[in-house]
Every structure is written in C-alpha cells, then in structure tokens.
C-alpha cells in the first residue's frame, strides 16, 4: 500500500491481473483466425450469407452514381456533336442538339410553331440548344416530355435501389449479429468450461480479474471482429475494386490521374498504423493498472481507511489517470492528424480529376455525366480507405483479446487420472470409506516444502484430528485429500485405490467440505443447499429436503426468512449471521451424503449458543462416516478417535488424546500451556 515505504509487505502490487497486457503479439495472425474455424464452423452458412449480401449492398451503391451518369447524359444534357453531322450550314463546330420525338402530336405543334429552330437529321429531329431557348416554357415541357419520362423512371429506379439498399443492410446486420453473438456464446461457454476444469495450482497463479477480463471484454471484442470488422472490410474492399474498375472503363486517363495520390495515402496509413498500434498497447496496459487499482481501494478500503491512506492512494490513482488522459490524447492526436491528412489528399484527387475531367469534356472526350460520376467515385474511393484505417483498431483490439483467449484455452492444468494400481480391486465392504495417506510430501513452490512424509490411515466411520501450529500444513492436506492438488511425492488412497486414479468429479462426489469460511452463491437458500443441478432432486421425495434441514439445525433461521427456502442470497450470503452460513454449509454436505467428511473447524468465530447448534448439527453430519478435522482449538480434537500432530510439515505426533497426553510430548505441551 503507497504510505507504507518502510514494510514490503504493505505495498500493493500494481502489475497484479495485467502484466502480459504489454506483449502483444502481431496486430493480426492467420494462426488465430484459423483456430476461430471450429467456432464459426455451425455459422458459416449465416456468415456467408452476410458477406453475399455485402456484396449485394455493395453492387447497389456502386450502381447510383451511374443512375446519375444515365439521367445527365441522356435525359437532362443535350449529346454534343458537330453541326456537319446534323447537316448544319455551320460546318464542323461542336454543338449541342436536343433530339424530339416529332411522332408525338404535341411535338409536332411546337415544331408547327417555330419551324426555323428545327432541323431534319435522317429520321431525327433535332434543335440546337441555343435555340431552345428562343421556345416559350410551356412548349419546352411539350418537346422534352420524353427525356422528362426517362428522368422519371431513372428516379424511380434509384429509389427502388435505395430501398432495396435499407432491406439489405438490415437482413445483412442481423445475420451478423445473430451469427457474431452465437459464436461468442460458443466461445465463451468453451472458455467457461475449460477454466472450470484446472486444478487448483491454475487459480492460484491466475488472478482473477483477468480471468474475469478474458470471458467477459476480451470475448465482447472478438464480437465486435464479427459483428462490425468484418462486414465493414468486406464491403470496403469490395467498394475500393469496384470504384476501381469502374472508374478505369469510365475513362483510364482519369483513374490514373485521381489515383496519382494513392502512394501518400498509403505512406500516411503506413504512419499511422505503427503510431496508432504503439499508443494502443500502451494505452491497454494503462486501462488494466486502472481497473486492478479500483477494484484493490474497494476491496482494501477497509485497511486504507483504518491506516488513514485514502491521500496516498489517491494520488496514486491520480498519477494513473493522468498517464492515461495523455495516452488517450495522443490517440486522439494521431486520428486527428492522419484523418484530416486522408481528407485533404482525397481533396486533391477530386480537384485533379475535376480539371482534366473539365478539359476532356470540353473537348468532347467524355460527357458531363461520366465527369459527374467519375467525381462521385472519387469521393466515394477515400471513404473506404478512412474506414479502413479507423478498423484497425478493431482488428488489432480483436486479435490481441483472441490471443489472450486462446493462450489461456492452451493452458492445461488439468488433474490426470493414472491407471489403477492392482490395489484398486480392495474395494471389500468393510474397508469402505478407509483413508490412507501414505509418505506424502507437497510444496506449492518448487524447493519450499509444504508437507514431507505424512503418513496416516483412517478406517471406515473413525475420525482424525489435525492439530498443530498455524502453517504446519492441515488444510494443505485436506486439499491434498479433496485432489484439488497433486502431492509431490507418495499416495493417498480411497478404499486401497489411488485417488489419482479417480476422475476428479468422481472421487469429490464421495467427500464433502466444510470449511471455516462457508461461501454462498448467488441464488436461493434452496439451491444453495442441494445445488442448481440436484434441485430436482428433493422433488421425488418431499421430506428430502426437510430431513436435511432439521439435521443440520437449519430449521429455526430458515422460518424467520420472507421466502424460507426460496429466499434469494445475495453478496456470499450476506444476509445471514456468520453461524447460519455454516449451517447452510453443514446441511450442503449432507444433502451430498457423502462417506468422508472433511472439516476445517466451523466454530472458531461462533457464539456459544450458535456454536452448540453447529456442534449439533456436525454430530448428525459425521455419523457413520469416516471424518478428518482440521482442530484450532484442542478442545475438539479431544473427541477423536485419532490426534495427528502436524508440525513443521511433518506428524510429530500419532495416537489419542490419552495416548498422547500420556506421552507429554507436544501435544501434551500445547495442552497444558
């Protein structure tokens, strides 16, 4: 904790849940994308479909510049050609002429009325268009009737295109959607599973925050890979060729001249991505030291505020979040230099191909609507480019979170299940529920011993105290009989077989805990006893779970609840005094019915009249059933039918409590003093 310089042990550590966040690996790998296979595998048909509907919305956008092209150059500009080819006294000079439909009678009145402004081409009649001018706005609507109905039609086409447009971009984002938050279910639930399945080793070298992090913001940022990057880089490259090869059959010389800019954009994106990538991680790494500091201030608040640190601790989230604010304005300062740069340089494309575009029109190379719609492709080309460079960070986000996701799936810490010694077979009646620990050693660190040599037997129905100094080693051994770790050396056996040669869930259904710190979880006292997959269990028989209750002593607090049973817990169950979580607990391991007991002394912290209850409630729960204690206080080991005195690691000591008062060796000191 800041403040408290001249003590270790008080410092708080500031890397704890994020010290990997500094070393990404590549923005993107094909490695990873290829393990995201298997989970996009049941949705390939839906993400498909979505990428074929991108390109549908793609073709459509590409398809509305050239509705403009067709409604300029043949219903609203007159075509320009020269006055020889209209049979014009003029000679070669380039006009423009507006062909009418002198079949329609209407037409034909008009023409009646300015018969010197008309000329007969062939089969066509035309009229300069200096010359429309000289017609009164009534007869123009007359002769132009059937450019305004092709105007018409074009007009309706593109809106049928736009709403077609809206339909396709709201299917193709549900199915993205739909099929982005199954394969996040998918990914999630395996993650779940997989984490539920490591050994206790595991939860200790992984905090639990970042646990937390990787199935909760790392999956949801692989989500947003599906749901957003995806769908929008298809449709961006799809948009950049298209534009592309439309812009070439257009008029080639104009591509080349609009694309002459396209080596600066890709140095500034170039630029960009390294700088970007740089401020991301750092910004990460930042947003983590955050988080781990929030959440150490709420759960040590108690320690910060009795040792009057709330200054200290303060100004260190202070210094955090000024690193931070910096790092986000540098983010922010990177986005707004290079976006302004894209805009600018797309600026100058525009302007290049307005300018020879201009020349190529008045020159008659190309009509007024292809340099219309040229410009609109142009324009439309950079936007493309700015939403790819905005992606980036998506992607690079998305693959470093399925880089943590992954690398935590490859972590197996799982227990193993050895092939049964021939001692397996001893499985006789009268030796079920014998425990034999059998030269045990343990260390949780490689070369600090835990354990070493512990050997004791424990037959059906008898009970063994662990007494000894706190750190000798007790509740190590009841996790070492639970199999929530492996020992080092030696065996434990369960009925003369290994319990290495159990599956985990398998040998743990013969055991039940009770620790000293009973932990509730969220969901009703009922479900907190028999557990959410076996409350069914007590619906066959209705005095089930009543039985349970009175013989862990439940009765009397569970009446004074609103809902009884069905009382929701909140917060570990903090609702209920200390004591009645400990008798929820005891009523949890007989609803189990298990043939061994194991017990980390559950009246330490009781209040007489409370501990007479628990005291009770153990009796009916170690009845018939072979029970090993792990004893604070003296007093109740002196009930067992067994004393092992663990110290140093080590059973100093092994017999009853008058064996071992009788021997006066340490036992008998720690009684006595």
Known sequence: MPGFTGCRSWKMRFDYGYSEEDSLGKPYDLKLLRRLGPFLQPYRRLLAGSVLLVMGITLMELALPYFTKVAIDRYIVPTQESAAASNHAE???????????ADDPAVRRVIQRYPRLFLKNKDRVQIALEDFDRIAPPDRVDLRRR???????????????????????????????????????DVRVRLYEHVQQQSMAFF????????????????????????????????????????????????????????????????????????????????????????????ETIEGIKTIQSFSQERANYDHFAALNAENYRLGMQEIHTFALFMPMIEVLGIIAIAILLFLGGLHVLEGVISLGSLVAALTYMRMFFRPLRDLAENYNVLQNAMSSAERIFALMDTEERLSVVTASPRA?????????????????????????????VSFTVHKGETLALVGPTGSGKTSLLNLILRLY?????????????????????????????????????????????GNGDEAAGEGDRNYLERIVDAANCRKFIERLPQGLDTPLVKGGSGLSSGERQLVAIARALARDPRIILLDEATSYIDSQTEAAIHQALLNLMQGRTCIIVAHRLSTARGADKIAVIRQGRVAELGSHTELMAARGFYWRLATR
């Open 91 to 101: 000679g070669d000079r380039m006009r423009r002429y507006i062909t009418v439909d």
């Open 204 to 295: 200790t070298r992984q905090p639990v925050a970042r646990l937390v992090t990787r199935m909760t913001n790392d999956v949801q940022n692989m989500h947003e890979l599906f749901t957003t990057f995806i769908a929008l880089v298809f449709k961006d490259i799809f948009l950049l060729l298209g534009i592309a090869a439309i812009l070439v059959v257009l008029d080639w010389r104009l591509a080349l001249a609009g694309f002459a800019v396209l080596p600066l954009v890709a140095w500034a994106t170039r630029r960009f991505s390294r700088r970007a990538r740089a401020i991301f991680r750092a910004l990460r790494v930042k947003v983590a030291e955050i988080n781990t500091r929030m959440s």
């Open 486 to 530: 492996d020992p080092d050396s030696g065996e434990i056996r369960l009925d003369g077989r290994s319990i290495q040669s159990w599956a985990p869930g398998e040998l743990r259904t013969q055991m039940a805990l009770v620790p000293q710190e009973p932990v509730l979880f969220s969901g009703t006292l009922r479900q907190n006893i028999l």
């Open 425 to 453: 077979d001893k499985t006789q009646r009268d030796t079920r529920g014998m425990l034999e620990v059998d030269r045990v050693a343990f260390s949780y660190t490689p070369g600090e011993k835990v354990l070493t040599d």
């Open 147 to 185: 450019d305004l109905a092709g105007l018409s039609l074009v007009v309706i086409f593109y809106a049928a295109v736009v709403a077609a447009n809206f339909c396709f971009n709201f299917v193709q984002r549900m199915l993205m959607e739909y099929g982005g938050h199954r394969v996040m279910h």
